[in-house]
């Protein structure tokens, strides 16, 4: 769906503002949309794949569209209502970018009925089973004009996923004996979790038709810190000194590089820590946030974010490891100091 608008604001610098960092993601993306391509977004939970998503959509111009819920445009309607209805009988209303941003979770649950839509047994009576008044549209047609977003997509069975294939690379849904062609134009994004081994399988051929967009955590502490600052909740009064952010901040960080883990924490254990120690500032009655107020947050923050390789999990728990691993980092950073770095 690419039009003049849209690619002058991929190309306009710093488009994409809403993800502090991943430079190389954010420029990957914007080739794969600029030349039209379905994509990708591979990455561990927490690092901002959703929002990147939506920055995508605010990208979007302002349009007119009819007041059906397809956001079918005015002179080439899409959904069955619109196409069956007198011409002017559908209101018109301005339709934000964002406002066409459909989002759909990944789920052994999901239907190809529920993403492209289904046969109204009541309506096929009253006007054929294969009527165009018959057929009720899925989501996928609130997309229009817009994007879908699919979160984790290697959650989805198999059958969903030749679906979509079909409605991605030939424009048509088919319901069994019903055949439906649509013009219908939207962006598509996935996602997938490449940690998550409770998955289905993605087809090599279902692969094919998408470039794939890799982001990863924060590239550096400053990052990080500023993904903080700028995302976190300031509740109350409390100062959080920068020095004690900046602890919040290494110790999460030094969590990723320890070899016993295998799930790592996420951006949101470190915006999980500001935040609740902040919180626990305020209970304490302080102004200022202390490094108790942080220790106290640690393992009801982080404890569930991780996960130990079965060689130190059968040794200790998620609580005790943090526990010690916080012991160890504060000797070293005491350490640290005392050595003038």
Do not use: W
């Amino acid at each position: 769906m690419m039009n003049d608008e849209l690619r002058k604001a991929l190309l306009a610098d710093n488009c994409l503002d809403e993800i502090i960092g991943q430079d190389a993601a954010k420029n990957q993306l914007k080739s794969a949309l600029l030349a039209e391509r379905n994509a990708i977004i591979i990455g561990p939970p927490g690092i901002g794949k959703t929002t990147l998503a939506k920055n995508v959509a605010k990208l979007l111009p302002e349009t007119t569209v009819n007041d059906c819920g397809f956001n079918c445009s005015p002179s080439e309607p899409v959904c069955p209502g619109c196409k069956e209805a007198e011409k002017g009988r559908i209101g018109k209303k301005k339709s934000k970018g964002i406002q066409r941003f459909i989002r759909l979770q990944g789920s052994p649950d999901l239907t190809a009925e529920d993403l492209l839509g289904d046969i109204d047994p009541i309506k096929a009576l009253k006007f054929g089973p294969t009527s165009l008044e018959a057929f009720t549209p899925g989501k996928i047609f609130k997309a229009n004009n817009g994007v879908l977003f699919f979160d984790e997509l290697n959650r989805c069975p198999q059958r969903l996923q030749n679906a979509l294939l079909q409605a991605l690379e030939e424009k048509k849904v088919t319901l069994g004996s019903y055949t439906m062609d649509f013009d219908i134009d939207f962006i598509f994004i996935g996602t997938l979790n490449p940690q998550d081994s409770s998955t289905e399988k993605l087809s090599d051929v279902f692969l094919d038709r998408f470039d794939l967009v890799y982001m990863t955590y924060p590239e550096s502490h400053e990052i990080e810190r500023q993904i903080v600052l700028a995302k976190g909740k300031k509740m109350g009064q409390a100062e959080f000194p920068g020095q004690l952010l900046d602890f919040c901040v290494a110790f999460v960080r030094a969590l990723r590089e320890n070899r016993k883990l295998e799930k790592l924490p996420s951006v949101r254990a470190t915006l999980g820590l500001y935040e609740r120690a902040q919180s626990n500032a305020l209970i304490r009655r302080h102004r200022t946030v202390e490094q108790e107020d942080v220790k106290d947050a640690i393992i009801s923050v982080l404890a569930h974010r991780i996960g130990l390789k079965p060689s130190a999990r059968y040794v200790l728990g998620p609580e005790e490891f943090i526990k010690e691993e916080l012991e160890d980092f504060v000797l070293q950073e005491q350490h640290n100091k005392g050595d003038g770095r």
